[in-house]
């Protein structure tokens, strides 16, 4: 490793560490008002949804796909049709990869986009 | 949730037997382990491919191998390394590398803020310990089980089930990665990174259980795409933070609506 990479890993490693603990020594002293415990019952949902929607939207991280030529937005409806039909995740993940993976190989292999 | 929680550390210090012996029969701290481990499964199918992919990436970006596998054992950051990643293949500088992993990986702040109620109490090491493998995926897995009122005392064994099946994972198949990159060079093309939207899609369905729910998932999607141009991935904090606080107001304008008197039935 390159002086370089072991700033950068730990870096990386200490930001990570302390953004992930850094409230809990607190917790003694300060409870939480329930406002923001209503709040943060919304954190895991909202976070989720913001890394999904550009990934699926924007593949390439620039520009919006809104065409069946976007594997990765025909195989999020797919995925989200199995989940909210099975309620299953295991079903979900493996499903909907299979449809993302198919519709890829559609795309690539018989239509002309 | 309770929002009380013991001020003193007595309750940590007890050992996990001799803890409430009179409520419903509990689960040993194995038997809690292997529970937390077996719900997180479908997860770690999920993050097996994106583990991989790392791996495989890494070395065309000339990250070391050992600088990939000392990130996998560190950081322990899915959606950060990847965009490491990439900075690395921009030929980014570190300290921007390192500002990028705070902005990215800010949600983190909010898990810990969640689930204060139940880890306040714990002895530092079981914080520090359940704080380094607090992914999206062992939260997400681990809050539910905190909010269930019948296993609330041991459940810091099932977090850590949960996270150390995780970490397993993720560093065997960035192992496994790295060890296949060299002979794969376009698994890239295949297309497997579809498996964390396909993994973060199965998480966030369960939310999607009343209006406030929808709202707060249709705001952060909307905003992720104009915020997507902000600078250093601040665009996923601004998306999630606009999530929340439209999830909020939709339930506090609900609530009002309501006849006051059942107001705390409903809150609860």
Not at chain 2, 53 to 67: K, P, Y
Request: proline share 6%; with cysteine; net charge positive.
């Amino acid at each position: 490793m390159s002086t370089a990479e072991v700033c950068m890993v730990a870096g990386m490693a200490l930001a990570t560490f302390l953004i992930r603990y850094g409230l809990l020594p607190l917790s003694g002293r300060l409870s939480l008002p329930p406002t923001v415990e209503r709040a943060l019952s919304y954190s895991a949902p909202a976070v989720l949804t913001a890394i999904i929607v550009p990934t699926v939207l924007m593949p390439d991280g620039k520009e919006m796909v809104l065409s069946l030529s976007n594997s990765y937005l025909v195989g999020a409806v797919a995925t989200a049709g199995v989940g909210w039909l099975t309620r299953n995740l295991l079903a979900t993940i493996v499903l909907g990869m299979a449809a993302f993976l198919c519709w890829q190989w559609v795309v690539k292999n018989l239509l002309m986009f | 949730m309770a929002s009380g929680f013991p001020k003193d550390r007595s309750l940590a210090k007890e050992t996990p037997a001799q803890s409430n012996p009179v409520e419903s029969p509990r689960l040993s701290p194995a038997r809690e382990i292997y529970e937390g481990a077996r719900d997180t499964l479908p997860l770690v199918i999920g993050a097996a491919p994106f583990g991989i992919i790392f791996g495989t990436l890494s070395g065309g970006c000339g990250l070391s191998a050992a600088a990939t596998m000392a990130m996998s054992l560190f950081v322990f950051a899915g959606s950060a390394q990847f965009i490491a990643l990439g900075l690395v293949c921009g030929a980014t500088a570190w300290p921007l590398i390192v500002m990028t992993t705070v902005v990215v990986n800010f949600r983190h702040l909010l898990y810990t803020a969640t689930l204060l109620p139940f880890l306040g109490g714990l002895a530092r090491p079981w914080q520090a310990l359940l704080a380094f493998g607090l992914t999206d995926e062992t939260f997400a897995v681990a809050a539910r089980r905190y909010l269930d009122p019948k296993q609330p005392d041991l459940t810091r064994w099932y977090q850590l089930g949960s996270a150390l099946f995780m970490y397993t994972n993720w560093n065997v198949c960035t192992l496994v990665g790295l060890a296949a990159g060299r002979h794969l060079s376009d698994v890239a093309g295949w297309g497997l990174d579809f498996a964390m939207p396909a993994t973060f899609i199965g998480m966030v369905i369960p939310y999607l259980k009343d209006r406030p729910g929808w709202i707060s998932v249709l705001v952060a999607g909307a905003v992720s795409i104009p915020a997507a141009a902000l600078p250093h991935k601040l665009g996923l904090l601004v998306a999630a933070l606009a999530g929340i606080a439209a999830g909020l107001l939709a339930e506090t304008r609900i609530h009002r609506r309501r006849d006051p008197f059942k107001r705390k039935e409903t809150l609860s």
